[in-house]
């Protein structure tokens, strides 16, 4: 018969996953429980031997469950995807890649785009840049500052969208909050404005309910300012503050 296929998705860094099968029952696999979902099958395989890469087609029902969160915004980090297969019931890893879009199309149904580990390779590598502005990620080993100085943990009163309320943001100042993170339920989102006990989202986060529990993180406008009177860390900043006005290749700047 046709082989029973297992469907791992990862995001990566977390202990986030989602799990499905192209049978027709839920398949128990290594104490995990692959979910059945109707519409889901994958095109052929893909192999482009000039690029040594290759990618596949998945099709699943757009009210599918992973599919669905790419309708509000893409996931926060890298989604690691493993196809697993077997006759019988033992399964090997078959396939890997990373999900670099997921699209609706017509009707109820969207289609998963997935690439090779190769393509991560095409990926812009992170570099320092001649500005004023600090470049680094914050809380990155880059950036140095320890994030653990800088939290708030609390519980959510509200969720409205993009829109959490909770008691803890309260305890900050107004945009202290601003560019940092919201962390809660093993999900992240950035945080895009702070007043108050309130706080925006740059996009909504999948799951976040009222009593949940979570954690946010100081942001920082990555200016040399900032970075001394709010972290304490101006000797470490990654930014260019004193860049002149005046271009010497254009005009002269002394005399």
Not at 44 to 57: A, F, P, Q, R, V
Not at 83 to 108: E, T
Not at 187 to 203: A, C, E, F, M, P
């Amino acid at each position: 018969g046709q082989p029973i296929e297992l469907y791992l998705f990862t995001l990566r860094g977390t202990a986030t996953v989602w799990r499905y099968t192209s049978a027709a029952y839920d398949i128990v696999y290594d104490g995990y429980t692959y979910t059945a979902e109707p519409g889901l099958y994958r095109d052929e395989i893909e192999d482009d031997l000039e690029s040594n890469s290759s990618g596949l087609i998945i099709h699943c029902r757009g009210s599918n469950r992973f599919a669905r969160q790419y309708i509000l915004a893409s996931p926060e980090n890298i989604v690691e995807f493993s196809l697993y297969r077997a006759h019988g019931v033992y399964y090997r890893r078959y396939w890997m890649g990373i999900v670099k879009s997921c699209l609706p199309i017509d009707g109820d149904e969207a289609l998963m785009t997935i690439g090779s580990l190769m393509d991560e390779l095409e990926r812009t590598v992170h570099f320092r840049r001649w500005c004023r502005l600090c470049g680094a990620i914050l809380y990155s080993d880059y950036c140095g500052v320890d994030k653990t100085g800088y939290s708030l943990s609390g519980a959510v009163d509200s969720v409205s969208g993009r829109t959490v309320v909770a008691e803890v943001f309260d305890n900050a100042a107004d945009n202290w909050l601003k560019g940092g993170w919201l962390v809660a339920n093993g999900r992240q989102r950035k945080i895009d404005s702070h007043v108050g006990n309130t706080i925006t989202l740059t996009s909504q986060l999948p799951g976040l309910v009222a009593g949940m529990a979570c954690e946010v993180y100081a942001g920082c406008l990555h200016t040399h300012a900032i970075c001394v009177s709010k972290f304490d860390h101006g000797n470490d900043y990654k930014g260019f503050a004193w860049i002149p006005d005046a271009n010497p290749v254009t005009q002269r700047i002394w005399g």
